[in-house]
């Protein structure tokens, strides 16, 4: 039987994305099922040449959410909710990474370093789950009094930036390729600072070129996306000299763009969601066909274990950060509800660590346990996220009066 290319992959991915959806499922479960079925530990019908093509197009995947995050934030809800945002963008995260590095040992046999990018892969909030209601929400201008679905997008975004640079590092510690962790940990707020500056002057300069050349929104997209990804080449070049986050620079350069010329900025945030139909079906497909279902079904129980726990610790977090705020408890709680879906980054580093070791000629057991306890996760939280989230919003967050 000949080998499956990406046309296939994409016609099978979006019956499944139907079928799921006409369930009441995320669409992203069918697509990740998809890609399982045909992968290596499947029917293995995949061609191999897509799959090396994995990781750029996980990496596209990523961008085209953070763009749309960066399209959709004004900077006055931002500056409304400010303070509250990062405490949201860093201790649940925290709290859930550090709960999963110290129960992963036990319950899965890793190592404290396999652990702790376990625990990395996992801290992350899914944009695919979360942008898309908090969008619609704004839409709908509920909670929008009290910034609650700009509140929720931007820490959830900041959470998936920290938790990438974090697990980076500790990839690097993997292959032994950088051994100053002190440093770069004290150069991180650093690399923010200058990810961001770079993004909003590149917003800045593209708002010039294009009301000066007027190209259609078609390659005003285009631009906006290869500019993007070159961002994220230059933090792999310069890294090693000057801290340096791409992924920042992406959001910011969105945020100026909306900003300074909303005229501009809405048709790029709608095309972008077009695309994202497109970059969702690839990411999750490739991401299932790369499972390994022997391991994935002998951590069943034990994963699932290790994800209740770092979800308890997360929730704690979330809670501790709304402390003193002026949500009510049911606000509170669709907060933490928002915050349990995973899928858009797990699928695009969950595969990561395999790949390294892969590629370092090492043994490659704890990367199959990371990828499959990644898809686990996806599988188990992002419908019960989904569903969870939206059932509370409608019942718990007020419309603004118009």
């Known amino acids: ?46 061609d191999p040449r897509l799959l090396a093509l994995s990781g750029d197009l996980r990496q596209m995947a990523l961008i085209v959410i953070l763009l749309r995050v960066g399209f959709s ?4 809800t931002l500056r409304q909710v400010g303070g509250r945002v990062l405490l949201l963008a860093l201790i649940p995260a925290s709290c859930e990474g550090v709960m999963i590095t110290v129960v992963a040992q036990p319950l899965l046999g890793l190592s404290l370093l396999e652990a702790a990018l376990l625990g990395s892969v996992l801290a992350a909030v899914s944009p695919a789950v979360v942008v898309p209601l908090m ?5 709908e201008r509920r909670g929008t009094a009290k910034g609650i679905p700009a509140m929720v997008m931007a820490a959830a975004s900041l959470d998936d930036i920290a938790v990438i640079v974090v697990n980076g590092l500790l990839l690097g510690l ?68 000057v801290p340096f986050t791409g992924l920042v620079a992406a959001i910011a350069l969105g945020v100026v763009i909306l900003e300074l010329r909303e005229e501009i900025a809405h048709p790029i945030a709608a095309k972008l969601g077009s695309i994202w139909v497109f970059a969702e079906l690839v990411l999750f497909t490739l991401v299932g066909a790369q499972l390994n279902l022997a391991v994935a079904w002998s951590t069943g129980l034990a994963g699932l274990a290790v994800l209740a726990l770092g979800l308890i610790a997360r929730s704690a977090g979330t809670l501790a950060c709304l402390a003193r705020s002026p949500l009510t408890p049911g606000e509170r709680l669709f907060v933490v509800a928002a915050y349990l879906p995973k899928a858009t980054v797990q699928a695009a580093i969950g595969a990561l660590p395999l790949m390294v070791m892969r590629a370092a000629g090492g043994p490659t057991a704890a990367g199959d346990v990371i990828l499959a306890v990644a898809v686990l996760s996806i599988v188990t939280t992002a419908p019960l996220g989904a569903w969870l989230s ?13």
């Open 135 to 139: 969008l619609r929400l704004t839409e």
């Open 1 to 46: 039987m000949p080998l499956l290319g990406l046309a296939e992959l994409v016609i099978l991915g979006l019956l499944a994305d139907g079928l799921f959806r006409r369930l009441g499922l995320p669409g992203l479960i069918g697509m990740l099922l998809v890609g399982v079925a045909l992968g290596s530990s499947g029917l293995g019908l995949l």
């Open 73 to 76: 934030l004004p900077l006055a």
């Open 390 to 402: 939206a059932y509370l919003a409608d019942r718990v967050l007020e419309p603004a009066a118009a």
């Open 174 to 241: 993997l292959v032994q390729r950088q051994g100053d962790v002190a440093g770069q940990l004290v150069g991180l707020p650093l690399g923010l600072l200058l990810g961001a500056a770079a993004g909003a002057a590149l917003g800045w300069g593209l708002i010039r070129w294009f009301e000066r050349f007027r190209p259609n929104t078609n390659r005003q997209v285009l631009i906006v996306l290869a500019l993007a990804l070159l961002l994220l080449r230059l933090q792999d070049h310069i890294s090693g000299m």
